[in-house]
C-alpha cells in the first residue's frame, strides 16, 4: 500500500514533465482578454488571458520583454506565443510567455516573420549586398501616394536644405489591392529614368495598412534596383520587409529625405572651408617659393661670373695687401739688421780708428805691420793717417815683451 504514495512534489515534477514532454504544449498561440495585469519592479509582467469559457495565468518575464512591442493593458484582447509548464511550488500551471501581439495582427506577424526568415536565408538582408547612398544628388526619386504627409514632408525637407535637386514623383498605391505592384512598377519606372536615388514610402498605420511593403514582390524590386533605396515605412516604431532589404532604412519619410539630400547650407559651409583652406596653403606655398627664389638669386649672385671676378680680385687685393705688408715687414728688419751690421762695421773701421788719432802700418810692399820682431832697422814704412801718409824708416826696435822678460829676469 505504502510503495504507491508519492509526495506532492513528485507529483508537481511529474506533471511538468508531461507538459515539458508535450511538443504542442511547448510552443502553442493562446488568445485571450488581458486581465489582473502587473507590471513587477523586476521587470516580470503577470496578467491573466481570459474568454468565456475559461482563464489562463501567464507571465512574460524581463528578458523577454523585447517581445512585447506595445504597452499592454486590462482589456486588451491579445494573441501570445508561449509555452505551458507547471509552477512546481504552488502546483499551478501557467503560460510563460515569450511574444504578445495585439489580436487580429496575430496571423499577420507569422506570415510577416515567415517571408522574413525566408528571405533572410536567401542573402537578400545581407550588408555585402547594400549599395552606398551618394552623398551629392541632383535627381531624386520617389515612391508614394501622390497626397498625404509622406510626399509632403519629402519635398519641404528637400526643397529646405537643396532647393536645386530634381524630384521625380511616382504616384503609386500604397495601401489595399493591387498597392505592391504599384509600388514595384514605381521602383522599375524611376529606375529607368536613372534617378541618383529613390525613395520608397509612405506615412504610419497598421500592420494590415503597411503591408503591401511586407510582399515578398517589393522585396525582390528592391533588392534588385541598380539604384540606391531608402525605406521609409510608417513611424519610427514600423519595421516592414521593404526596410531590411532597402540598402538604407530611415524611421520617417522626413528622414528619409534628410538622409537623401545634402544640406547645400552645409556644402556651402564646407566649400568655404576649403576655400579658406586653398587660399591658406596657395599663401604658404607662394611664401616658400618666393624664399626658395630669394635663396637662388642669392645664390645665383654668389656664383655669377661677376661675382666670381669681383671675388677674385677681393682675393688678389688682400693677397697684395698681405705681400705688400710682409714685403714692409721683411724691409723694416732688413733696415733694422743693416743699421746693426753698419754700426758694426762703423766701430772696425780703419777711418773711424784714425779718426781717433790712431795710424795703420804697413811696408813698402802694403801688408799690415802688426808686429815689431818682423821688421828691423833700416826698413821703410808707410804710416797712414787720417788725412795722408808718412813715408819713414825704422831707426830703433823696442820689443816690449822682451823688455818684460828681461824686467821679470832681474827680479828674480
Known amino acids: 500500500m505504502t510503495k504507491n504514495v508519492y509526495t506532492v512534489g513528485q507529483v508537481n515534477s511529474y506533471i511538468k514533465n508531461m507538459f515539458t514532454q508535450d511538443f504542442m504544449m511547448n510552443r502553442i498561440y493562446v488568445k485571450g482578454e488581458v486581465s489582473n495585469c502587473k507590471y513587477h519592479t523586476s521587470g516580470h509582467i503577470y496578467f491573466t488571458l481570459k474568454d ?17 512591442g506595445f504597452s499592454m493593458k486590462n482589456g486588451d484582447n491579445v494573441i501570445v506565443l508561449g509555452s505551458i509548464s507547471v509552477y512546481e511550488r ?24 515567415a517571408l522574413k ?14 549599395q552606398p547612398v551618394p552623398r551629392y544628388i541632383q535627381t531624386l526619386g520617389v515612391v508614394t501616394a501622390p497626397t498625404g504627409a509622406a510626399i509632403r514632408d519629402i519635398q519641404n525637407i528637400s526643397r529646405r536644405r537643396n532647393p536645386y535637386i530634381q524630384t521625380i514623383l511616382y504616384p503609386a498605391l500604397v495601401q489595399g489591392e493591387g498597392a505592391a505592384q504599384s509600388i514595384v512598377n514605381g521602383i522599375h519606372a524611376l529606375e529607368q529614368y536613372g534617378v541618383d536615388v529613390i525613395i520608397v514610402g509612405r506615412g504610419g498605420g497598421s500592420m494590415e495598412d503597411l503591408w503591401a511593403f511586407n510582399e ?33 532604412r530611415a524611421p520617417t519619410p522626413s528622414a528619409a529625405a534628410e538622409l537623401a539630400v545634402f544640406d547645400i547650407r552645409e556644402l556651402e559651409e564646407i566649400m568655404l572651408s576649403l576655400r579658406l583652406e586653398l587660399n591658406r596653403r596657395i599663401s604658404d606655398k607662394l611664401e616658400r617659393c618666393q624664399e626658395k627664389l630669394r635663396q637662388f638669386e642669392g645664390k645665383l649672385k654668389l656664383l655669377s661670373p661677376e661675382n666670381q671676378l669681383n671675388e677674385k680680385r677681393q682675393i688678389t687685393i688682400d693677397f697684395e695687401d698681405k705681400l705688400r705688408m710682409q714685403m714692409e715687414q721683411k724691409l723694416t728688419h732688413r733696415k733694422h ?7 758694426r ?26 808686429d815689431v820682431t818682423v821688421l828691423k832697422e833700416g826698413d821703410f814704412l808707410n804710416i797712414h ?15 816690449l815683451e822682451r823688455i818684460q822678460l828681461e824686467q821679470s829676469d832681474e827680479e828674480i
Open 52 to 68: 468565456e469559457n475559461g482563464a489562463l495565468p501567464a507571465v512574460l518575464f524581463a528578458g523577454n520583454r523585447k517581445g512585447l
Open 345 to 370: 762695421l762703423e766701430a772696425l773701421s780703419p777711418l773711424k780708428k784714425l779718426s781717433l788719432g790712431y795710424a795703420f802700418v804697413a811696408d813698402q810692399a802694403g801688408r799690415s805691420i802688426r
Open 385 to 399: 793717417m787720417l788725412n795722408g801718409k808718412v813715408k819713414a824708416s825704422v831707426q830703433e826696435i823696442e820689443n
Open 90 to 113: 504552488d502546483g499551478k500551471y501557467q503560460l510563460y510567455a515569450r511574444e504578445i501581439l495585439p489580436d487580429g495582427e496575430g496571423l499577420l506577424y507569422q506570415r510577416f516573420e
Open 216 to 248: 515578398e514582390i517589393v522585396a525582390r524590386a528592391i533588392f534588385e534596383c541598380r539604384i540606391p533605396i531608402i525605406s521609409a515605412v510608417g513611424h519610427e516604431t514600423d519595421t516592414t520587409i521593404a526596410d531590411y532589404a532597402a540598402d538604407l
Open 117 to 130: 526568415r525566408e528571405l533572410e536565408e536567401m542573402g537578400m538582408f545581407a550588408s555585402e549586398y547594400k
Open 337 to 343: 739688421e743693416t743699421e746693426l751690421y753698419a754700426g
